[in-house]
């Protein structure tokens, strides 16, 4: 059997990062085609992860046409993921669309529907689902070690740290929000996979946008995805509360892209049983603290550095090649990131509605 090969489309900041770099490493996979509305951008991708044989495109289109793709990483702004993943699956590529599934939750159920219709793969860029860690966590809650967890705090939350204000990262239309469907998808998204939770009764949230409703007043020491565009548009939240109440456990997180109170250790999950609890630092390690012959203990397990630092990129992206080929549904298929798209619009009605809101 030949090389499996795939497409990118989209050849900025995460193609760089994450997809070029683990379909380049793995011996399985020729990246055909590297796509991207700027040429520029297209080529650089090429010259850096493919070979002679990629193509550079700007128009993803022509790539569709070509039976031999059979895997496809959308890596293009929000706003662009269902329409682009639906013509992929239609044209029957197998598709790993980078997170968030969509801007919404109706777009992300219609890009489901499109899996279903086609047969095709499906999956989301969930990449914490092949984190080290949070598997351990995982097998914790398992195994009952915790015994009934009846509530998850989660804070991901930073001092001055809004990315590339005045672009699409703070521009609705194109994001769909802020801090929540940037980072707090990762946030849910792993605790969903770590309780598997599969239904959500209720969600109260709060969103604010206070700190650069003038832009040129937002005082900060750098910018990801900077600098600042002061013509653009800032119409996104960069800091969300909320209470979301699901088939195994409460939910309460507080995330911030920016707030005015800095705190290095700001970004955790806490899982909360009745037999013991986990406190996950996210992108490192975790604490167990219960009870042993009368007294209570606690152990932090010895994971390397190396664990730690294992690519979770390249597993991930490993194993959608595998599943593109197999047509198995993973851990990372649509259909177990849907209940972190509707916690997200949950979480977005609520603030919107100004009230707590209901789900059949």
């Not at 770099?21 to 399985?28: E, I, L, M």
């Not at 020491?221 to 109440?245: C, H, K, N, S």
């Amino acid at each position: 059997m030949g090389k499996t090969k795939v497409a990118i489309i989209g050849c900025g900041t995460i193609a760089n990062a994450a997809h070029g770099p683990s379909y380049q490493k793995n011996p399985d996979v020729q990246i055909a085609y590297c796509v991207d509305i700027i040429p520029e951008r297209a080529q650089a991708l090429k010259e850096k992860f493919g070979d002679e044989s990629t193509i550079a495109l700007t128009d993803y289109h022509e790539m569709l046409a070509d039976p031999s793709v059979t895997a496809v990483s959308v890596c293009v702004p929000n706003y662009l993921h269902n329409p682009i993943t639906i013509d992929c699956l239609r044209a029957g590529k197998n598709v790993l669309c980078e997170k968030p599934a969509a801007v919404n939750y109706d777009l992300a159920k219609e890009m489901a529907n499109a899996a279903h219709a086609t047969g095709k793969v499906l999956n989301i860029g969930v990449v914490n689902r092949f984190n080290l860690a949070v598997n351990k966590v995982r097998d914790y809650v398992m195994e009952g070690r915790l015994g009934e967890v009846y509530h998850v705090y989660c804070s991901f939350r930073a001092h001055r740290s809004i990315p590339g204000l005045g672009g699409p990262f703070t521009t609705k239309e194109l994001a769909g929000g802020g801090v929540l469907i940037d980072w707090g998808v990762h946030y849910l998204d792993l605790i969903n996979y770590v309780l598997d939770i599969r239904k959500v009764k209720s969600v109260s949230g709060a969103c604010y946008s206070k700190l650069a409703a003038n832009m040129r007043d937002y005082v900060y020491e750098d910018m990801w995805a900077g600098p600042p565009d002061y013509q653009g548009v800032y119409d996104v939240e960069e800091f969300v509360t909320g209470l979301i109440r699901t088939d195994k456990a409460t939910i309460s997180l507080n995330g911030a892209w920016a707030e005015n109170i800095k705190d290095p250790n700001s970004t955790f999950i806490e899982f909360i049983g009745d037999k013991g609890g986990i406190k996950l630092n996210y992108g490192g390690g975790f604490t167990f603290f219960g009870t042993k012959d009368g007294k209570l203990f606690e152990e932090t397990p010895d994971l390397s550095a190396d664990e730690l630092q294992r690519d979770m990129f390249y597993q991930e992206l490993k194993a959608f090649v595998e599943c593109a080929a197999t047509g198995e549904h993973i851990r990372s298929y649509v259909d177990n990131n849907l209940i972190t798209a509707r916690m997200m619009q949950g979480l977005y009605d609520s603030a919107d509605q100004g009230r707590e809101v209901y789900f059949e």
